[in-house]
């Protein structure tokens, strides 16, 4: 199986290239922030508790995030692959997800990460807050505090995947194209292995 960790901060193109991603090693897209926002319209329980931490650009904490996770991917049997889009995001979950995957004989093939510079990032987050309403991309506050958390609690998942020799940077500013060129090397090169 190919299983790809989309990683990168808020902002830095995870689901636009994901879903290109999907389309051409025709992979399963497994994004948490979709499922938290799939519950939170629908007015679920799980809904309501994550929207009281993505509200405040926290994280939801660990032990509901990977229990949503592994219940989304164990609906999917004889897949090409995984493409995880915002999980891992944290050193747990990220040996959450190896031993899930372990348990399914499988593997993470890699982390390929969008490096975004942070002005960009929020240019972006506001721009499209103003498109597509997403609450949390809308206040500059918020923004600002879920990068922190993203150093903070989740950059260090990067150490986790550069430890296991599985890491790899693409530079997220550019055309679209041009970056997804740049991630189908990564995996190309890394299958070809
Ligand atoms: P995203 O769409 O990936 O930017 O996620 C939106 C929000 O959902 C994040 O700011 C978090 O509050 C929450 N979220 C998404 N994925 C995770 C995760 N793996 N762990 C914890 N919280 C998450």
């Not at 995870?14 to 007015?43: C, M, P, W």
């Not at 979950?93 to 490096?115: I, P």
């Not at 987050?125 to 991309?137: C, I, M, Q, T, V």
């Not at 500059?140 to 990068?147: C, G, L, N, V």
Request: with cysteine; glycine share 8%.
């Amino acid at each position: 199986m190919l299983n790809i960790v989309l990683f990168g901060p808020p902002g830095s193109g995870k689901g636009t290239q994901a879903a290109k991603l999907v389309e051409k090693y025709g992979l399963v897209h497994l994004s948490t922030g979709d499922i938290f926002r799939a519950n939170i319209k629908n007015e679920t329980e799980l809904g309501k508790l994550a929207k009281s931490y993505i509200d405040k650009g926290l994280l939801v904490p660990d032990e509901v995030t990977i229990h949503i996770l592994q219940s989304e991917a164990d609906k999917y049997t004889g897949v090409n692959g995984f493409i995880f889009d915002g999980f891992p995001r944290t050193i747990q979950q990220a040996e959450a997800l190896d031993a899930y995957l372990a348990a399914r004989n499988t593997s993470v093939t890699m982390m390929l990460s969008l490096e975004v510079d942070e002005e960009e990032l929020k240019r972006r987050l506001l721009l499209r807050g103003k498109e597509s309403g997403r609450a949390d991309d809308q206040n500059p506050a918020i923004i600002e505090q879920r990068i922190a958390v993203y150093h903070r609690d989740t950059a260090p998942a990067k150490e986790y995947y550069t430890r296991q020799g599985k890491y790899r940077a693409v530079n997220g500013v550019g055309a679209i194209d041009h970056i997804f060129a740049l991630l189908c090397a990564e995996i190309d090169t890394a299958s070809a292995k």
